[in-house]
Structure formats: structure tokens, C-alpha cells
């Protein structure tokens, strides 16, 4: 299991098409490499993507290269928001599974991200 809060400051601001597209993108990325680190199964891969006073955009998965389920949103086109993320996974070494979804988030958003 690995769940965290990250600071997410994006070099453009990002528009709603774009951030779904990010998390798409994120997910993507995330199911390759779990697949390559021996991952067997998903319990549930779940998060929000938060704009202060913007809304926020759920999304959640429970199957390795299925596509996130994605509600909410987020209006106009922040620059900053904060991620949250929580993934259950089986398979895999729990020690490597916070740089796995790190680098997956890194590659996908190419946002500064601040990991708490």
C-alpha cells in the first residue's frame, strides 16, 4: 500500500481536457510499470487532483491497463493543485511501490511535484 499528498505546479496552466488527459496519462504509466515490477493484482488505485476554489477531479481504477474512472472536474486552468493518491496493490515489493507511482506521476505530468 502507498498513499500520499503531493504539491502539483505545472509549467503552463492546465485546462480540465488537459489534467484528464494527465491522470489518463498517469495511469498508463503506472499499470506498465507495476506490470513490469510483478504486480498480480488491484485492490484499488484512487485520488483526487484538487485546484483551490476550482474543484477537483476524482479517479480510480481497479484493474491494471483499464482506463481511470474520472469524475468531477476542475474549472478554468490552474497552474498549482494538490494531488492525493492511494494505491492497493498486490505483487509487488511495498518498499518500491512510492517511487514506482512517483516516477509514473513524474513521467505523465511533468509537474514540479512536492511529495509530503
Known amino acids: 500500500m502507498f498513499a500520499a499528498r503531493a504539491g502539483v505546479v505545472f509549467a503552463q496552466p492546465a485546462h480540465a481536457d488537459q489534467l484528464e488527459d494527465v491522470v489518463t496519462r498517469f495511469f498508463a504509466a503506472l499499470s506498465d510499470s507495476l506490470a513490469d515490477a510483478g ?3 488491484v485492490g484499488h488505485i484512487k485520488g483526487t487532483l484538487a485546484a483551490r476554489d476550482r474543484g477537483d477531479l476524482a479517479f480510480h481504477v481497479t484493474a491494471l491497463g483499464a482506463r481511470p474512472a474520472l469524475t468531477g ?3 478554468g486552468a490552474p497552474k498549482q493543485g494538490l494531488l492525493t493518491i ?3 496493490v498486490f505483487g509487488v515489493d511495498e518498499a518500491s511501490l512510492p517511487a514506482i507511482v512517483k516516477d509514473a506521476w513524474s513521467r505523465a505530468s511533468g509537474a514540479e511535484t512536492d511529495w509530503r
Do not use: P
Open 73 to 75: 472536474g476542475i474549472a
Open 39 to 41: 504486480c498480480t493484482l
Open 86 to 88: 492511494n494505491v492497493i
